[in-house]
Antibody, heavy 122, light 111 residues
Framework: EVQLVESGGDLVQPGRSLRLSCAAS????????MHWVRQAPGKGLEWVSG????????GFADSVKGRFTISRDNAKNSLYVQMKSLRPEDTAVYYC???????????????WGQGTLVTVSS | QSVLTQPPSVSAAPGQKVTISCSGG????????VSWYQQLPGTAPKVLIY???KRPSGIPDRFSGSKSGTSATLGITGLQTGDEADYYC????????????FGGGTRLTVL
């Protein structure tokens, strides 16, 4: 069974940094691109970032470009997002999602974690 | 404001049929596959339809998808109270920079 478990969500002040993690199990992690998708309270889904299965290509939404970094450790079956210069509008539940292909910009999200809440407030 | 446009809400009685529309443009729906996601209250999204009209294993054939030009439609027949959820369409947008775009979501109420 595919399992994606996010962690690292917290209450942080504006301008600070935070790193989220996603632990994957139940499938061959190296065979899939991975993504972060977020959902602000009471709002819709917003794609944040994606990374190829081999880490050679990444993509970011304009709203986080230059502030967020995505990475993965295939040896640890883990996905990460480093978030810097956080803003109140970054407040959301952050979901880890598996792409159906090895390429981050092709396919669909075939599995999702349960999410971790990030709150940016002073 | 979302790149893809969905109605905020739809409703129908149990056993009836409902359709949810998703309108986009030439840089997204017009040239890429559409997927649909169901988000039950308090849970993570789950894929219902991918590649415009394909259902993952385990998704009942009450759910269907179609695409024409720059619009897509999700259909649900034989509505059940358990279908009450938010539904999102999603696709890739290849305008200025590549990224996944979603509709704003449609809340389905089964009366």
């Amino acid at each position: 069974e595919v399992q994606l478990v996010e962690s690292g969500g917290d209450l942080v002040q504006p301008g600070r940094s935070l790193r989220l993690s996603c632990a994957a199990s139940g499938f061959i992690f190296d065979d899939y691109a991975m993504h972060w998708v977020r959902q602000a309270p009471g709002k819709g889904l917003e794609w944040v970032s994606g990374i190829n299965s081999n880490s050679r290509s990444v993509g970011f939404a304009d709203s986080v470009k230059g502030r967020f970094t995505i990475s993965r450790d295939n040896a640890k079956n883990s996905l990460y997002v480093q978030m810097k210069s956080l803003r109140p509008e970054d407040t959301a539940v952050y979901y880890c999602a598996r792409m159906s292909t090895t390429t981050w910009h092709r396919g669909y999200f075939d599995s999702w974690g349960q999410g971790t809440l990030v709150t940016v407030s002073s | 404001q979302s790149v893809l446009t969905q109605p905020p809400s739809v409703s129908a009685a149990p056993g009836q049929k409902v359709t949810i529309s998703c309108s986009g443009g030439s840089s997204n729906i017009g040239k890429n596959y559409v997927s649909w996601y169901q988000q039950l209250p308090g849970t993570a999204p789950k894929v219902l339809i991918y590649d415009n009209d394909k259902r993952p294993s385990g998704i009942p054939d009450r759910f269907s998808g179609s695409k024409s030009g720059t619009s897509a439609t999700l259909g649900i027949t034989g509505l059940q109270t358990g279908d009450e959820a938010d539904y999102y369409c999603g696709t890739w947008d290849t305008s200025l920079s590549v990224g996944q775009v979603f509709g704003g979501g449609t809340r389905l109420t089964v009366l």
